[in-house]
């Protein structure tokens, strides 16, 4: 086989066969980094303490409404569109969620995703990932900026794009009362960049 021929056979080959190739290609990962793929480009971020400390923040307020196996951080779930496999900061599930053989997650049964910015990767977040979202349907879209202390509420999800946007300041809890999500997520303790 040549080259021009594998390339060919790849070419071929469906959007998940692909991303499973590419995540394959780039096993193992270094401890600490979080990978993903953005429209078929790949990224590899390093956890900060600040980051960690908003997600951790966030998944034990999400106890209050969901199972702790509903709750997913930094775990790759495929989207629709060209080459997206992202790993969210995180992830809650809707009821009866479960993988698939391979221990993959269905998009479909995602309620709420929040990402919390890093500078080399925020415009992933604010750009291809949020229409990614609003595509896919996911009904709550959560933006942490620790670096402006502020937070964007994306709901509504119609035609790759969220109708409504909420955005405040740290301090300001985020009403989900009238979401799936139920609660209102405190941002008080949040800590800045």
Not at 143 to 160: F, N, Q, V
């Amino acid at each position: 086989m040549t080259v021009v021929d594998d390339r060919i056979e790849m070419a071929d080959t469906s959007d998940a066969r692909t991303l499973d190739m590419m995540f394959e290609w780039l096993e193992p990962t270094p401890e600490g980094f979080k990978v993903e793929i953005v429209e078929g480009n790949v990224y590899m971020s390093p956890q900060r303490g600040t980051h960690w400390q908003i997600i951790l923040s966030i998944v034990r307020q999400l106890f209050a409404t969901y199972q702790e196996e509903q709750l997913l951080s930094d775990v790759r779930i495929d989207f629709p569109g060209r080459l997206n496999g992202f790993a969210s900061d995180v992830v809650a599930l809707c009821e009866g969620a479960s993988a698939d053989a391979k221990g993959h997650w269905r998009y479909q049964d995602i309620e709420f995703v929040a990402e919390v910015i890093s500078k080399d990767t925020a415009a992933n977040d604010y750009g291809p990932k949020k229409a990614t979202y609003a595509t896919a349907g996911v009904p709550v879209y959560l933006i942490i900026d620790p670096y402006k202390g502020t937070w964007h509420l994306h709901t509504i999800p119609k035609d790759a794009e969220y109708r409504s946007v909420l955005s405040l300041d740290f301090g300001t809890a985020v009403d989900l009362t009238d979401t799936p999500v139920g609660l209102a997520l405190r941002t008080d303790r949040f800590p800045r960049d």
